[in-house]
T-cell receptor, first 115, second 116 residues
Framework: AQSVAQPEDQVNVAEGNPLTVKCTYS??????LFWYVQYPNRGLQFLLK??????LVKGSYGFEAEFNKSQTSFHLKKPSALVSDSALYFC?????????????FGKGTRLHILP | GAVVSQHPSRVICKSGTSVKIECRSL??????MFWYRQFPKQSLMLMAT?????????EQGVEKDKFLINHASLTLSTLTVTSAHPEDSSFYIC????????????FGDGTRLSIL
């Protein structure tokens, strides 16, 4: 069965510092991995995805994520945090080749960027 | 980019009322749409998968007679919460996927449903 874990409920980072939001996954076959961000009372916005190719994926708003197959991880990173990055971040995984396979979301990590 | 529009954004109504939420894919055709429910400070719970032209597939524990889903066209899916009660109050989010396996799901902005 597919699963995704976000071990941190909340991450606090000072503005200007690098940030990391952790994600590990379990899936049979090749994983399709995604990061989404949610602002208050809004839906989810797509940030980036890993399908195949380079392990370092670049996405929106300066975010990037590194796929590590041996550690089954897909941590979200940004070199220099902004206060406006404060939001709820979800990691998601879809396994298999069937396009009808469902996306499984992690429980979310709340990111607080401190001015 | 792919845009999903969800309407209304907020509903406040009395107990016993039925509420319809619309989800539209504005610039692509979505054979599959998804309906989620999100409780405060929690992740998204998949309620059902909506398939154009056929019956929706409900997740275990979701009452299909309570949450009616219709996907009548390639750009519109609706969720009707029938005879809503206060425990149905929640944030409902729809999502649609561009119909190729490598594409992400795109989300509407959600509907805050408050049943008095």
């Amino acid at each position: 069965a597919q699963s995704v874990a976000q071990p941190e409920d909340q991450v606090n980072v000072a503005e200007g510092n690098p940030l990391t939001v952790k994600c590990t996954y379990s899936v049979s076959g090749n994983p399709y991995l995604f990061w989404y961000v949610q602002y208050p009372n809004r839906g989810l916005q797509f940030l980036l995805k890993y399908i195949t190719g380079d392990n370092l994926v670049k996405g929106s708003y300066g975010f990037e994520a590194e796929f590590n197959k041996s550690q089954t991880s897909f941590h979200l990173k940004k070199p220099s945090a902004l206060v406006s990055d404060s939001a709820l971040y979800f990691c998601a995984v879809r396994g298999g080749q069937n396009r009808d396979d469902k996306i499984i979301f992690g429980k979310g990590t709340r990111l607080h960027i401190l001015p | 980019g792919a845009v999903v529009s969800q309407h209304p954004s907020r509903v406040i109504c009395k107990s016993g009322t039925s509420v319809k939420i619309e989800c539209r894919s504005l610039d692509f055709q979505a054979t599959t749409m998804f309906w989620y429910r999100q409780f405060p400070k929690q992740s998204l719970m998949l309620m059902a998968t909506s398939n154009e032209g056929s019956k929706a597939t409900y997740e275990q524990g979701v009452e299909k007679d309570k949450f009616l889903i219709n996907h009548a066209s390639l750009t519109l899916s609706t969720l009707t919460v029938t005879s809503a009660h206060p425990e149905d109050s929640s944030f409902y989010i729809c999502s649609a996927r561009v119909p190729t396996v490598n594409q992400p799901q795109h989300f509407g902005d959600g509907t805050r449903l408050s049943i008095l």
